[in-house]
């Protein structure tokens, strides 16, 4: 069963930077995802399993960065330049077979960190 475990959440001001970390427990596609209150949860970024393909939404492009070790198989989400409307749960997803952007072909998550960003 893949395991994930995440950090590096916190309170931060408009344009700020932080950085999330996700290590799971093999080498699998992985997504990161957020959750604002009462919305819906969306997608941010993913990553396939050998780090070289990389998407992300619209609204974080250029902002934010995805990225793995392939020494320890950890992947970080690079944020930076972060807005009041980044301020969500976010969490990290993995898969052993689909890269994707889509919450439903994750099998696996984490249990979230929090991003509240102060403006």
């Known amino acids: 069963q893949v395991q994930l475990v995440e950090s590096g959440g916190g309170l931060v001001q408009a344009g700020d930077s932080l950085r999330l970390s996700c290590a799971p427990s093999?080498?699998?596609?992985m997504g990161w995802f957020r959750q604002a209150p009462g919305k819906e949860r969306e997608f941010v970024s993913a990553?396939?399993?050998?780090?070289?393909?990389?998407s992300y939404a619209d609204s974080v492009k250029g902002r934010f960065t995805i990225s793995r070790a392939n020494a320890d198989n950890t992947v970080y989400l690079q944020m930076n330049s972060l807005k009041a409307e980044d301020t969500a749960v976010y969490y990290c997803?993995?898969?052993?077979?689909?890269?994707?952007?889509?919450?439903?072909?994750?099998?696996?998550w984490g249990q979230g960190t929090q991003v509240t960003v102060s403006s």
């Open positions: 990553i396939n399993w050998s780090g070289t393909r990389t």
């Open positions: 093999g080498r699998y596609h």
């Open positions: 997803a993995a898969d052993p077979s689909r890269y994707s952007s889509r919450p439903v072909d994750y099998i696996c």
